[in-house]
């Protein structure tokens, strides 16, 4: 039957699309995605009640599963079952997602893809405007000796032409402890999520290995984000990056967290927007006036 | 009471949210925005069947409307009811709306935002990853007299660092014949939408006046995206600017339509999924591989 590929938006269940809700209803087997992404509110169980589904046709699915079984899942499809592939966010987030959409319209199993939003359109939500953000970069957890650097290049390429940038930080399934792996335990860690003060420190010592000058502490303005659409929970701090790095992190809230960089292209509707979410108001329009250069009125 | 931004996502009444669907449901005065995009199949009526609102709550909003009217809209508010902005895509997709949650919140009314899938993020659905996508630029009817160009230095830079722009094509609503202007009716013209093919004339003068070498018809690669997330009516059309400029224009059906300029930085997954949206599979592999460097599997 039909091969659904569907987001799950930004936080809670009820962020699903009604047609994604009726899609998902109608499949007998749904695989939910669980490591390009998570939503710690979104368990089998909790997906289960809120959409009325049998807690027997979700299938949590861990990267091996989504890449080394797509042929399984797509073949119950060919045999005429709905199947649905559930995917946090909006589905082309990840690569990994187009590659068994493209598999499956190979096979001539009919496919829908229901979208929704993801942080790559929601990250607006700190005040810069979505039109202004080039490319998005991926930040990985740096370890003692594993600390790749690349991301920079794509940082001043953003930065030369003064567009703002968001920040995907890196999120750890399945780790096993060391102890578990040498004696062969498949026993997995709790999911680590990096959060905004390790975010900056890592681009704080990047900038001193790179010396490309576009991080600046006390310079760069930054937007960090939390749980974005979760309505209560949602949190927003904007401030140098300084500010940001030595603010209680309780501040920021629980994960998810994203990180927004300013491009020097900074608009002042932006400026007055995020001042709001400003850690220091006076401090986050005097940046903005004297490095960014913006033109504020002053009233 | 609350302040609803809600963003009504791509394509359809059932394209919203739960959460944003019983947001809608407790609000007594519902603001149907239809300036800065339209929903060809979103009228009030529609909306008022499919949620089953009263008709009388939906109210049509125009330009003048929330930029001039916003604080009688917050007033309602204020008052104890609950109000929605409803918005094509997600609700951050233009800086009017944000100036009104801005205004909102500086009246001390408690605001809520739900995001929704727009074309900023759907536009992956053209296969290219929304990571390599730099800033969005606009691209505005031309007339015989306006033709502004300034468009194109946006372009310019992100071709510069090899990334994909998605181009999101004008739409002009309540326009005035000159007789009906002349005469003072305040009579409107049937809103009229950009199409591909337009667009790419556009592109293609454009390059001809400021001749940066960036838009080459034979050799530039495009997707063009029409209904994206509207199911059996989406249509994707990939091919060189020439060959999208030559197309029978049935192929690219109906509004909304935008397109996605392909970057330098053409990933091999990028060219193999996009292709089956090619008018000329060969060509298109051809002008990857010679003027992309593309470096494919052949077989």
Same mark, same amino acid.
């Given at each position: 039957?039909?091969?659904? @590929?569907?987001?799950?938006?930004?936080?809670?269940?009820?962020?699903?699309?009604?047609?994604?809700?009726?899609?998902? #209803?109608?499949?007998?087997?749904?695989?939910?995605?669980?490591? %390009?992404?998570?939503? *710690?509110?979104?368990?089998? /169980?909790?997906? &289960?009640?809120?959409?009325?589904? *049998?807690?027997?046709?979700?299938?949590? !699915?861990?990267?091996?599963?989504? /890449?080394?079984?797509?042929?399984?899942?797509?073949?119950? !499809?060919?045999?005429?079952? +709905?199947?649905?592939? @559930?995917?946090?966010?909006? *589905?082309?987030?990840? %690569?990994?997602?187009?590659?068994?959409?493209?598999?499956?319209?190979?096979?001539?199993?009919? %496919?829908?893809?229901?979208?929704?939003?993801?942080?790559?359109?929601?990250?607006?939500?700190?005040?810069?405007?979505? $039109?202004?953000?080039?490319?998005?970069?991926?930040?990985?957890?740096?370890?003692? %000796?594993?600390?790749?650097?690349?991301?920079?290049?794509?940082?001043?390429? +953003?930065?030369?032409?003064?567009?703002?940038?968001?920040?995907?930080?890196?999120?750890?399934?399945?780790? #096993?402890?060391?102890? +578990?792996? =040498?004696?062969?335990?498949?026993? $997995?860690?709790?999911?680590?999520?990096?959060?905004?003060?390790? =975010?900056? #420190?890592?681009?704080?010592?990047?900038?001193? /290995?790179?010396?490309?000058?576009?991080?600046?502490?006390?310079?760069?303005? !930054?937007?960090? @984000?939390?749980?974005?659409?979760?309505?209560?929970?949602?949190?927003?701090? !904007?401030?140098?990056?300084?500010?940001?790095?030595?603010?209680? *992190?309780?501040?920021?809230?629980?994960?998810?967290?994203? @990180?927004?960089?300013?491009?020097?292209?900074?608009?002042?509707?932006?400026?007055? $927007? &995020?001042?709001?979410?400003?850690?220091?108001?006076? +401090?986050?329009?005097?940046?903005?006036?004297?490095?960014?250069?913006?033109?504020?009125?002053?009233?």
């Amino acid at each position: 039957m039909v091969f659904y @590929l569907i987001g799950l938006g930004l936080a809670s269940p009820s962020d699903i699309t009604l047609a994604g809700q009726k899609a998902l #209803q109608s499949c007998s087997s749904i695989y939910l995605e669980s490591y %390009t992404s998570i939503l *710690p509110s979104t368990t089998p /169980e909790s997906l &289960a009640a809120f959409h009325n589904l *049998p807690l027997s046709s979700i299938i949590p !699915a861990h990267r091996e599963t989504v /890449e080394l079984e797509s042929d399984q899942i797509l073949q119950k !499809a060919k045999e005429g079952e +709905n199947v649905a592939l @559930l995917v946090v966010g909006d *589905p082309f987030g990840a %690569t990994t997602h187009t590659d068994i959409l493209l598999r499956a319209r190979k096979s001539g199993i009919p %496919t829908r893809v229901i979208h929704n939003a993801s942080i790559m359109n929601a990250c607006s939500a700190s005040g810069m405007q979505l $039109y202004t953000f080039g490319q998005t970069v991926s930040l990985v957890f740096f370890t003692e %000796t594993w600390r790749p650097t690349s991301f920079y290049d794509r940082l001043v390429e +953003n930065a030369s032409i003064g567009l703002h940038t968001l920040l995907l930080l890196d999120i750890k399934v399945r780790e #096993q402890s060391e102890e +578990n792996m =040498a004696r062969g335990r498949l026993i $997995y860690e709790p999911p680590r999520f990096m959060d905004i003060p390790t =975010a900056i #420190q890592q681009l704080i010592w990047t900038e001193g /290995e790179r010396k490309g000058g576009i991080l600046v502490p006390e310079e760069t303005l !930054a937007v960090g @984000l939390s749980q974005v659409g979760a309505g209560e929970n949602e949190k927003i701090v !904007a401030g140098t990056l300084k500010e940001l790095s030595e603010a209680d *992190p309780s501040v920021f809230g629980e994960p998810l967290h994203s @990180l927004v960089l300013v491009g020097k292209r900074l608009h002042p509707l932006e400026v007055e $927007y &995020a001042e709001s979410f400003a850690l220091n108001k006076d +401090n986050w329009r005097r940046v903005a006036q004297e490095v960014y250069k913006v033109v504020l009125d002053e009233n």
